[in-house]
């Protein structure tokens, strides 16, 4: 394990092991806090008196993700010197060095990776998939539950204009967001503490799939192992630009699958 992973992640963290955890949960706080108010400010522009409704309400965040990432980002880059250390080292912002083939080939591992650990679940636990699926009006079968977020993407998907003002959103904002927060300050913290590179690798994936606790235990499920799987790359590569781009793509395919399924339905 330690030969695949080498030593390419090598943050620099003088601000030792407080700090850091302070701002990962200040970064947690203020993008839901930002969201939140996006909503509201969003809800009636696009969708008028039905902005109350919890739908129509998530519907407006999810819109709201994109702007609302890059103010997370910029705080994650002030936090980072406000103790004076180098924000390229501490959120390891530095590229990987990979060719065009080796980038394609590191996505395409990572999505097979994540498809044989969704499978190997439905198969080990014999889950059926559908009683995790929404319909294709994006509500969730009588049998079991999609979660909120994928309810409202299948119903989205069925409103063109709302989908490709939602899929920036998805694709770029979110795992800017979470790729910054989750394997931001506190992977660093944590990777130069004694908890060493895998405790970091857990721990900030045990606190992002517990942040999703509103959702199927199946999915909290798939986000820990997301989240190892992202970890693991960073560790690899020494940049979290490799852990955004299979987040991106990941969420990319996801809603572009999502669209195609509510497009043919008639």
């Known amino acids: 394990m330690n030969r695949w992973l080498g030593d390419a992640y090598r943050p620099d963290n003088p601000a030792g092991l407080l700090f850091p955890l302070i701002a990962a949960v200040m970064l947690i706080v203020v993008n839901q806090v930002l969201q ?33 990432s890059l103010l997370t980002v910029l705080l994650a880059l002030v936090l980072a010197r406000a103790t004076g250390c180098d924000p390229r080292k501490v959120l390891a912002l530095r590229g990987p060095g990979l060719s065009v083939p080796r980038w394609v080939g590191t996505v395409l591992l990572f999505l097979s990776a994540m498809y044989a650990f969704i499978m190997l679940i439905v198969l080990a636990l014999g889950l059926d998939i559908n009683d995790y699926t929404p319909g294709p009006d ?13 309810e409202t993407m299948y119903d989205i998907a069925n409103e063109p204009w709302l989908f490709w003002l939602v899929l920036p959103s998805v ?33 900030t994936s045990s606190v992002w799939a517990l942040l999703h606790s509103t959702e199927p235990w199946l999915s909290i499920g798939l986000i820990f192992g997301m989240g190892i799987a992202l970890g693991l790359l960073l560790l690899r590569y020494g940049s979290i630009w490799v852990t955004v781009a299979c987040h991106g793509v990941w969420n990319g395919i996801f809603a572009l699958v999502t669209f195609g399924a509510a497009s043919a339905t008639p």
């Open 171 to 203: 694709v770029i904002g979110a795992p800017l967001a979470e790729e910054f927060v989750f394997r931001g300050h506190a992977f660093a913290a944590l990777r130069n503490s004694k908890a060493g590179p895998l405790g970091a690798v857990l721990v």
């Open 138 to 150: 994006g509500a969730s079968p009588d049998s079991g539950s999609a979660g909120l977020v994928k």
């Open 36 to 68: 939140y108010f996006s909503a509201i400010g969003l809800g009636p522009l696009l969708f008028g008196a039905e902005s109350l409704e919890t739908r129509a309400g998530m519907k407006a965040a999810l819109v709201g993700i994109l702007p609302v």
